[in-house]
Nanobody
Framework: QVQLVESGGGLAQAGDSLRLSCAIS????????MGWFRQAPGKEREFLAS????????YYADSVKGRFTISKDNVAHTVSLQMTSLKPEDTAVYFC?????????????????????????WGQGTQVSVSS
């Protein structure tokens, strides 16, 4: 059982930066992985970034490479998403995600497969709205 609580969403202007955080509680395990997804109205949930807990290896969707950075705090048990150069098209609900089993390589394909298989814990989501 894992509980995820996001924070940091809100209103921003184009070009601004915003940091999202996710507090993690409950059971953890070896090969623990965390990630971020987003979902805009009328669109499918989209993978953004992932990180392995032990090694800190990161993976990013092509759409956010160079703008978004995922990081973790082992002591605080949090994972963050630093977003820069925000665009109106970044407007969406952002979800913290934890696959229900360990993944050695949490690539976009692997993370999306876990999500489609209903094998992912989700936070409640936090709204990010970017105006021009």
């Amino acid at each position: 059982q894992v509980q995820l609580v996001e924070s940091g969403g809100g209103l921003a202007q184009a070009g601004d930066s915003l940091r999202l955080s996710c507090a993690i509680s409950g059971s953890t395990f070896s090969n623990f992985v965390m990630g971020w997804f987003r979902q805009a109205p009328g669109k499918e949930r989209e993978f953004l970034a992932s990180i392995t807990w032990n090694g800190g290896v990161t993976y990013y969707a092509d759409s956010v490479k160079g703008r978004f950075t995922i990081s973790k705090d082992n002591v605080a048990h949090t994972v963050s998403l630093q977003m820069t150069s925000l665009k109106p098209e970044d407007t969406a609900v952002y979800f913290c995600a934890a696959p229900k089993k360990g993944l050695r390589s949490p690539t976009a394909q692997a993370m999306e497969l876990m999500a489609r298989a209903d094998a992912t814990y989700w936070g409640q989501g936090t709204q990010v709205s970017v105006s021009s």
